[in-house]
Structures are given as structure tokens and as C-alpha cells.
């Protein structure tokens, strides 16, 4: 047993070195370090964490296993309930789920879950193979290749169905592969996650926009059942003046012309207008991967958030992160005009401060503006980070799904059509890539149950 | 993969390739377009698809820079997405033409976005012509003058034009004062083409729009083209230009077909 009130430290790239590179900044555990971690835990009888993680992980029972360095069964245990634990050991919000739950976190630090379940993924030899069962014959579906789309259909071919990822990128993992950038989620690690599903005979099909390239029509009289996951990520642009301005766009499209697009890489040939003073609106993991990502090109990089630090809607590691990497933070501040020249390229932003006020009902601090506090600042680039809504195309054409908002209407992921179902992003609106695969899971469950 | 059928200049700088792509072929109604990506580390360039054949696509362009000069050269497609963006409302409203004259007005490549719409308006019987502004591509398409487009406007009810944003706010002006109904099929800066980025908005009526998931074509006299003449320049690197005119050395004709 550890008794240390403090989890053990993770290595991390030099802050100074490494806004210069795309490379990955935590480094993960060493096995020594892992088994230290893992001796901290207290394999409670009610393991609070396990209440905290929406796909029901066995968490202590998988930290037992690292620490009497039984790799392959832990990463069995994980298996059970995740397909991508490579991937949510990096980017799931444990500090919001089990690790907040955590009793050690009652007193000193929560175990840090996460990068233990990174640990494993990163060092035993994975396969899934060993998991699926006879060929059904029943062929399924699947609309987008992002964690919810994957983690549905590595359900499926481990049942025995025939399943098709129908993708309309050129590359798989939807926001793990176009959103969050190498230096927090390597490509590599996302292609590997992909790999070992497709080993199950999963096919995915690119270039394919459902509802364009195929009808969604054709593919539910082709198949038994479909699961639409297509996202939200149809950028918002603030309503002031001046986003048509040169040198104004959406953190969208600077990841994917740096992720889907290489642009970090010589040999891309997307290319990329780097700034030299750069400001990022909004504040959550959006806005933090856009920033840390122009920092990387060099730019004196702000991030302007309306509420406090307090209120950053991003990960707390991605914040200090940020910081480290020398990203000014500007709170209490929006901007109300960008500012261009008569060439139409962006010069700055007319701002205006606020102050908090009361706490909201949904628990959150008001903000209210503070009159005649305008000031300008410079900067010849503006990044919008604040939110994204859905956009169905694969609906879009089809008058038999009801949609809320751009949202597709399901109930339980089941729609108003027999055996077509939907979950994800594109029923939730932008949520975590825990709680895509969690509705790619349950309806997994209930195919399986409604095609037996 | 996508395996390519010909590749082959057809006049000074402009090309038109074809690609087996099946599923695109069978699916792309007139007006809807696609984007291309030439290997892993491609850009990616959207275009219109002039016409059919079979199982594949032709396309017709003009080396304007590094992407389309990188494509001229392609021995294969690493990636193509289609269709993207909407049917033309001349081709999906039909009954709304069904006696009108409609003129399909273009400068340069305008052309490949509306040859196919032109085949569909001949087979629905709406009577359509093609115009264009400069030295055709085609030999069989009639030419005429910018000076006279006043003229040739007003022998129709409806216009549809592509090209430059010069040329279609000056297309977009006469109408107006010819009091003809007027569509711009536009060609913004474009990345993803479905609605991920928003690099290809442009304000419709002082509202934000994405050319490639609620356009191309809109109504011409709701375009702002004064900002959306500015955003070209975004991109339009002298970087491309100038990596081409070391390439092709003097001779480069700076795909000035538009102009
Ligand atoms: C920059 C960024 C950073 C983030 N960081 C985190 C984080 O750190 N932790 C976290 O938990 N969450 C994070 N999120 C949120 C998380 O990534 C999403 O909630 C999650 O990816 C949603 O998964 P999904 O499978 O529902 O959709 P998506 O990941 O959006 O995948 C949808 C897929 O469907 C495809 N598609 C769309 N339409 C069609 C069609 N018509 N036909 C075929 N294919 C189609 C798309 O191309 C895409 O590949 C982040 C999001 C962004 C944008
Ligand atoms: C819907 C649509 C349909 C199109 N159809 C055709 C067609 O049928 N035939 C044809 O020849 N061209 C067409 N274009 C234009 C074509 O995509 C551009 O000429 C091409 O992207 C230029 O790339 P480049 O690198 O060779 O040139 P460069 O001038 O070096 O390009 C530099 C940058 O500007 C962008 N860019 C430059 N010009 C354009 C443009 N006109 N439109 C969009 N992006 C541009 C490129 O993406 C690139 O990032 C179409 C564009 C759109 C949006
Ligand atoms: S709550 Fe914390 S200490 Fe208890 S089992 Fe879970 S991880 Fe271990
Ligand atoms: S090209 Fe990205 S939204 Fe239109």
C-alpha cells in the first residue's frame, strides 16, 4: 500500500521544447510507476469510482491487476466495457467522472485512473480477436466512423454481425481524428485503436456521405438494423461584426488543416496562415486545442474567455497545460467587433469587460457587462471556440426522422423507425467521447436483444 | 483508390480528367460538386463535375496553382468526396421553368458547373442556352462580349451564372436592372465541403451561410460580393504562383482563363 496523499507525477515534455513540436506531452507511466500508482488504491468493497464512469468500468478490480503486474488480464477487464481504452486513458474527463468520485480524493489526490488505463493500453499486446463469436448472417450499418460509431460497431462484430462503418472523411475517428490534436491524442494511436477493430472484419467505406452518396433510404432496405452516429460539429460564429474578415475563422478549421490535413507536416500541402498575435474565443477543450495548436506555430496566442479561470469549461490538465505553453489568458473579456483594414484582413477586436454576478440556476455564475469599459487590443487572427451544433446530412434529404434542433430525436437511441437507431454527439448536441461510446454501447445491447 | 481513365489538356491550361468513381457517378445531380484529393498529402480541391460517363466522372479545370498543377500530373485519386452541396434550383424546381428562357452565363471553367445542368434542362424541355465570355473551352459554346451582356440578358427571364466574383457581380448588376431573375453558382475557399470548417461562408441576405452545404448557387442579388471577393485573397498564395511559374518557367499563363 502507498499512502502518499499525492498520485504519482506523469513525465511530460519540456514546456520550453515542446511548443515547438506536435509531439505527445504526457509521456505515460513506466511500469514501476504505474505499480506505485496502483498500490495507492484501496480496492474498496463499494468502489465509489465506479459510480462515476458512465460505461461501468470494473476499476479496481483492473488496478489489482497492474499491481501485481497482470497486464493482460487487466487489459481483459477493460475490454469487457471499452474498446478504445487507449484513447479514453487520454482524453476521457475522469477528474469530472471516476476520479471525482474517488475517495482518496476525499483526502489528498483521487487515483489517477486515467493513466492507468492508458498504461495498459499502451503496453500489452491487444487484441480483440478473442472475443468474437460465429458469423450471424444479420448485416448492420453504421453512419460515421467517431468513438460512438466504433464502439457500436466492435460490439456488433464481436457478436458475430456483418458490420459497415460508412465514413464521409478519407480518414476514420471522426473528432479523435480531425479535432484533438497530436500533441494530446497521436494519429497513431487512433489508427492502431482502429486497426484492432477492423481485425474483427469490421469494413469501413470512405469518402461516403450518407444521404449524398448513398440514400439513408437504401441503406436501411439494405441492412437489418443502422446506427446513425454522425456528430455535431457545424462551427458557430459569433453574431458581432466583422467575421467575414481575412484572418477570422473557427477552431474547426485549424485542426483540421493541421490534424485531418497534416499541416503540421513539410510534405502537407494544406496550408497554414500563422499569425503573429493570435486570439482564441471561448473556453473549453476546443479552445485550448485550437491555442495550444497556433502556439506551436510561434504566435503570441490568447485565450478570451467571458467568465473566470473558475469557470473554464476545459480539462484542468489542458488548462495548466495551456499556461505552461505560455497561452495569456484573458478573463472577464468579449469582444463585440473585430476590427479589419481595407484590405479585409483583421487588425483587432473592440472588447468589452464583464464582472460575475450571482450564481445562475443551473449553478454556474452570471455575468453582466460593465458599461462604457470598451478598450481595442491587436491581433491579426481570431479563432472562434464556442460550440458547434449538429448538422444531418444523412437526415438532411429525409423526411422520416424527426429532428430537435438539428438534433436527431431518439428515444433510448431508438428513432421513430423500426430498427434504424441514433446516438452520439448527434443526439446529445457536443458532449465527451465517453458518453458517444456509452450510446454506441447501448445500442449495440439492443440490436443485439431486437435482431435476436 | 480511385483509378483514372484519362488526364489530357484540352486548350491552353485547361484539362479534363476522368475518374472511375461509381458511387458519385450514379448519385450527383446538376449542380452539386465534389472535392478531390491527389495523395495522402494533398490538399484538397473542390470541383464541379462537367459531365458523366458510365461509372466515372469527368472533370474539367485549369491549372491556377500548386493543387491543380500537383493534379495535372496525378497518376491516381488518393480520395474523392461527392456530392456535395445542393442541386441546382433550375434542375430541382422544374415546374417553375417550364416556360421560361433560362441563359447559363460563364467565364472561364464556369462552363463544367453548368454543362450538366444544360443536359437536364434539354431533357425536361425548359429552353436553355450557354453562354460564355471568353475564348471557350468548347468550341461549340457561343461567346460573347462583356460589352454586350445587357443585350443577351434581356432575351431571357432567368440567368444562371458562374465564374469569377467579378464577373458574377457584374452579371448580377445588369440583371437587376433588367429586372430578370438572377443565380450565382459560387466558388469560395473551401476545405472539408461538409460544413465542418465554415472557411467557405459567405453573408446571403447579411446572414452567414456555407456555400458548400446550404449552396453553391443562390440567389445572385443576396450575394455580398464585396467581402466575398476579398476572402479569395485568403488563400490565393503568390506562393502557388510562384511555385508554378518555377515549374513551367515563363510560359505560366497564371490560369488566367477567368480573366
Ligand atoms: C477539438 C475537440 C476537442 C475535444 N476534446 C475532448 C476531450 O478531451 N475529451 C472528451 O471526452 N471529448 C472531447 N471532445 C468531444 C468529443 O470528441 C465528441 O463528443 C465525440 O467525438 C463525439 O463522438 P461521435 O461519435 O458522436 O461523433 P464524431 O466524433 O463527431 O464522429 C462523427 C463521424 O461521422 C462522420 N459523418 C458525419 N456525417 C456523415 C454522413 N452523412 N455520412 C457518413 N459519415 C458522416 C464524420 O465525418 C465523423 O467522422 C472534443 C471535441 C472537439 C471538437
Ligand atoms: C464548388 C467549387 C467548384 C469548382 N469547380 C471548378 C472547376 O470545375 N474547374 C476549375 O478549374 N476550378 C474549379 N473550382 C476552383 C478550384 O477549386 C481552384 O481553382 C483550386 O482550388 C485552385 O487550387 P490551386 O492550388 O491550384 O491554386 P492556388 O491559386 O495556388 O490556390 C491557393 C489556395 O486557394 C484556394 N483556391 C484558389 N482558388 C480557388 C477557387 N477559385 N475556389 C476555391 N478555392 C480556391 C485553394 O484551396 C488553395 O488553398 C471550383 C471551386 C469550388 C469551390
Ligand atoms: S474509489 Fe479510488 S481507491 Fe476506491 S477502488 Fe476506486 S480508484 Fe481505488
Ligand atoms: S468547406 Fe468547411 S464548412 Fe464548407
Redesign the interface.
Known sequence: MNDDLKRTPMSMLDKEERIHNFNEVELGYTKEEAIKEANRCLQCKIPMCMKGCPVGHKIPEWIKAIKEDRLEDAYKIISEVSSLPAICGRVCPQEQQCEKMCVRGLKGEAIAIGALERYVADNVERSLEYLKKEPNGKKIAIVGSGPSGITCATDLAREGFDVTIYE???RPGGVLA?GIPEFRLPNKIVDKEINLVEKLGIKII????VG???SLESIIKDYDAVYIANGA???K?MDIPG??A?GV??A??LL??VN???GM?D?????I?VPKICYVIGGGNVAMDAARTIRRFGSETHIMYRRTHEELPALGDETIQAEEEGIIFDYLTTPIKILKDE??KVIGMECIKYELGEKGEDGRMSIKEIPNSNYNVNCDQVIYAISSEA?N?ATRDSDILHLKNGLIFANENETSIENVYAGGDTVTGPMTVIKAMEAGRKTAKKIIENLK | MYKIISNSLITDNVYKLEVEAPLIAHSIKPGEFIIIMVDSMSERIPMAVYDINGDNIIIVYSVSGASTYELKNAKSIHSLLGPLGNESKFTFDTELYQDKKVLLLVSGTGIAQVNRISKRLNELEIENDIYSVDKSIFNEISVVNTNNLSDLISKYDAVLTVGSFEFMEKVVEISNILNKEVRVSLSPLMLDGVGLCGSCRVLIDGEIKFACIDGPEFDGTKVDFETAKKRMELFKTEEGRRYLREVEGNTFTGGATNE
Open positions: 464521409a472523411l478519407h480531425w470512405y469518402d461516403t456521405i449524398k452518396t448513398i460539429n457545424k462551427p460564429f467575421n467575414e481575412n475563422y473557427s474547426n478549421e483540421i488543416r485531418l490535413m497534416d507536416l510534405e502537407s500541402r494544406t496550408p496562415k484590405n479585409n448538422l446530412i
